[in-house]
T-cell receptor, first 111, second 114 residues
């Protein structure tokens, strides 16, 4: 079993829909949780990070963490074609600065 | 101003050659990394340096040798390239104690070994 599991997609939604992404993880020592967005031929860019269980909102993005279930989610409201990208969850804290990444979910928002 | 910059962006080379990828960060971070992303998009850490000292060295062949002349630079040298080395290599940096130790990535170097 991989330390972090993420459905590879692709996930295709119409413009304006809510995009729902999630990851599960196995190591309860993980302490902080991040979502990165990666456009084609580009490096991952940090979208959101959180330390604790609960919700964190930033504009159209909401990150959710449920440590008891070892489950994290990212919601994108009012999705735009410019949101089309691969979204990677990243989880850290088990060993220093090392982040463990999910395999990414490819999202396609159709106009 | 690019925060984490790496060169070259694209590299095509023959098996058996030796090549280097250079990385520089201007964020003032004390930790730098090399990550490898394979064709299935999995990002895996290879090395991590903190203030020029190696702190993470995952199971990577000895043909890969990182070098950190100062805390703003981390270069990756690869000897005797093999077909399986074809991947995207990302340099990254972070600040110890920063929020979530968040990591900032460069644009990637696409290595193709033929």
């Amino acid at each position: 079993q991989k330390e972090v599991e993420q459905d590879p997609g692709p996930l295709s939604v119409p413009e304006g829909a809510i995009v729902s992404l999630n990851c599960t993880y196995s190591n309860s020592a993980f302490q902080y949780f991040m979502w990165y967005r990666q456009y084609s031929r580009k490096g991952p860019e940090l979208l959101m990070y959180t330390y604790s269980s609960g919700n964190k909102e930033d504009g159209r993005f909401t990150a959710q963490v449920d440590k008891s279930s070892k489950y994290i989610s990212l919601f994108i409201r009012d999705s735009q074609p410019s949101d089309s990208a691969t979204y990677l969850c990243a989880i850290g804290g088990a060993a220093g600065n090392k982040l463990t990444f999910g395999g990414g979910t490819r999202v396609l928002v159709k106009p | 101003d690019t925060a984490v910059s790496q060169t070259p962006k694209y590299l095509v080379t023959q098996m058996g050659n030796d090549k280097s990828i250079k990385c520089e960060q201007n964020l003032g971070h004390d930790t730098m990394y090399w990550y490898k992303q394979d064709s299935k998009k999995f990002l895996k850490i290879m090395f991590s340096y903190n203030n020029k000292e190696l702190i993470i060295n995952e199971t990577v062949p000895n043909r890969f040798s990182p070098k950190s002349p100062d805390k703003a630079h981390l270069n990756l040298h690869i000897n005797s390239l093999e077909l399986g080395d074809s991947a995207v290599y990302f340099c990254a940096s972070s600040q110890t104690g920063g929020p979530g130790n968040t990591i900032y990535f460069g644009e990637g170097s696409w290595l193709t070994v033929v």
